[in-house]
């Protein structure tokens, strides 16, 4: 019996100690080398991106591209940086902001950005 419940016990630990990751399919709107601002649907059934979020960056989150249905490409922060300004800037873009899929580790306030993949049309 004891046996059993050391092994549950154990189970248990090693179940909670595997780190939470996440993705958002968002809207960028600021990047920076500190962190991102996303905004996120409340819910699946919502349709506006309306809930701000901000999210860490750091030295070991990679940035990728993605135009139409091609492989997304690795990229810098930089281009990131200039795409997402100029998605901002575009007056007829309805999400203000470039869309991405975010991919995440951690948390609540330790959320670490680990891949930000931004999409845009045409090729």
Known sequence: MFHRCLAAV???FV????????TYEAVVTKISDK???IKVKKDKDDKKF?????LTVNKDTKFYTK?????????????VTKAVEKAVDNEKNPFK???????TEGEG???VVTKVTIRSKGK
């Open 10 to 12: 154990v189970v248990l």
């Open 15 to 22: 179940v909670a100690s595997i780190v939470v990751a996440g």
């Open 35 to 37: 962190e991102i601002v």
């Open 50 to 54: 309306s809930e701000e979020k901000k």
């Open 67 to 79: 135009k139409g249905k091609d492989e997304p490409k690795e990229s810098s922060l930089g281009d």
């Open 97 to 103: 902001g470039a869309r991405a899929t975010i991919e």
């Open 109 to 111: 306030d330790k959320e």
